[in-house]
């Protein structure tokens, strides 16, 4: 339940974040969002690019939308997926 709360902020992050694109907020507002955005691009890209070079050579391929979905949902993705993936021992 938590994670889907976490997904769900995380879409209205992205949305506001976006909406400044489409529709730009005033000017000193402008620049804050644009800086957020592309600080929210750089960290999600690495967070993906670092699990796919820790993965092991023997562990299945992600897939694009499994990517997709991390990318943008950060690390309430990376948890459900961990819990899929590497159960409790």
């Known amino acids: 339940m938590w994670l889907n709360i976490g997904r769900l902020l995380m879409l209205f992050v992205w949305a506001f974040l976006l909406l400044n694109v489409v529709h730009p907020f005033p000017k000193p507002l402008t620049y804050f969002v644009n800086v957020a955005l592309f600080f929210m691009v750089i960290m999600h890209g ?18 694009g939308l499994t ?8 690390v309430f993705e990376l948890l ?3 819990k899929k993936h590497y159960p409790k021992q």
Do not use: C, E, N, Y
């Not at 967070?47 to 562990?59: G, I, Y």
């Not at 990517?67 to 950060?74: C, D, M």
């Open 46 to 63: 690495l967070q993906l690019v670092l699990l796919r070079a820790t993965q092991p050579k023997d562990a299945p391929k992600l897939s």
């Open 67 to 74: 990517q997709a979905k991390i990318f943008f949902f950060g």
């Open 80 to 82: 459900a997926w961990q």
